[in-house]
T-cell receptor, first 108, second 114 residues
Framework: DAKTTQPPSMDCAEGRAANLPCNHS???????VYWYRQIHSQGPQYIIH???NNETNEMASLIITEDRKSSTLILPHATLRDTAVYYC?????????FGTGTSLTVIP | EAQVTQNPRYLITVTGKKLTVTCSQN?????MSWYRQDPGLGLRQIYY???????DKGDVPEGYKVSRKEKRNFPLILESPSPNQTSLYFC?????????????FGEGSRLTVL
């Protein structure tokens, strides 16, 4: 049962890239890594997911290490609206606990 | 617009008064789930459903009931609410296909039990 480990909090200056790490050392070969974010107390929002190749969409980029034991979510130009809790999760549909994620604060 | 709709968004009730929080999705998703979120504890799953008439317990099912009679609806029932069920509740849905983990969440229902 692949668990993930994230730092509890991070700061980032507005306009700079925010790099949010996640450790998932027990991930299985066919399991995807998903990232969600939760702004204040709103419902979590899907950001991106990947298996082993790097992925990019309009919101973020996902870099997965070659051994797949860790990944980094990159917000290339953080804005104040990116202040949120970010969750890294494997197999979210089977996950009974989302964890507490990383609380990212974007500083003006 | 694809969405998951929860009602009510806010509710204050008293101990023992039965209540139902409704959840409806318009995406024809097989999978639906309920979570509660308490300060410092993250999202914990209460119940989930893989399809109509198929439900199963999550991490914290005590004190809750669910039903899945139709694909689009997944109500959460508190038969006899207690103060420890004061929480922020989220409903979510997904296609449920293997390796498709994109969950669509509702906006949340904040429940206070006095």
């Amino acid at each position: 049962d692949a668990k993930t480990t994230q730092p509890p909090s991070m700061d980032c200056a507005e306009g700079r890239a925010a790099n949010l790490p996640c450790n998932h050392s027990t991930i299985s070969g066919n399991e995807y890594v998903y990232w969600y974010r939760q702004i204040h107390s709103q419902g979590p929002q899907y950001i991106i997911h990947g298996l082993k190749n790097n992925e990019t969409n309009e919101m973020a980029s996902l870099i997965i290490t070659e051994d797949r034991k860790s990944s980094t979510l990159i917000l290339p130009h953080a804005t104040l609206r990116d202040t949120a809790v970010y969750y890294c999760i494997v197999r979210p549909l089977l996950r009974r606990y989302f964890g507490t994620g990383t609380s990212l604060t974007v500083i003006p | 617009e694809a969405q998951v709709t929860q009602n009510p968004r806010y509710l204050i009730t008293v101990t023992g008064k039965k209540l139902t929080v409704t959840c409806s999705q318009n995406m024809n998703h097989e999978y639906m789930s309920w979570y509660r979120q308490d300060p410092g504890l993250g999202l914990r799953q209460i119940y989930y459903s893989m399809n109509v008439e198929v439900t199963d317990k999550g991490d914290v099912p005590e004190g809750y009931k669910v039903s899945r009679k139709e694909k689009r609806n997944f109500p959460l029932i508190l038969e006899s609410p207690s103060p420890n069920q004061t929480s922020l509740y989220f409903c979510a849905s997904s296609t449920g296909r293997p390796n498709t983990g994109e969950l669509f969440f509702g906006e949340g229902s904040r429940l206070t039990v006095l």
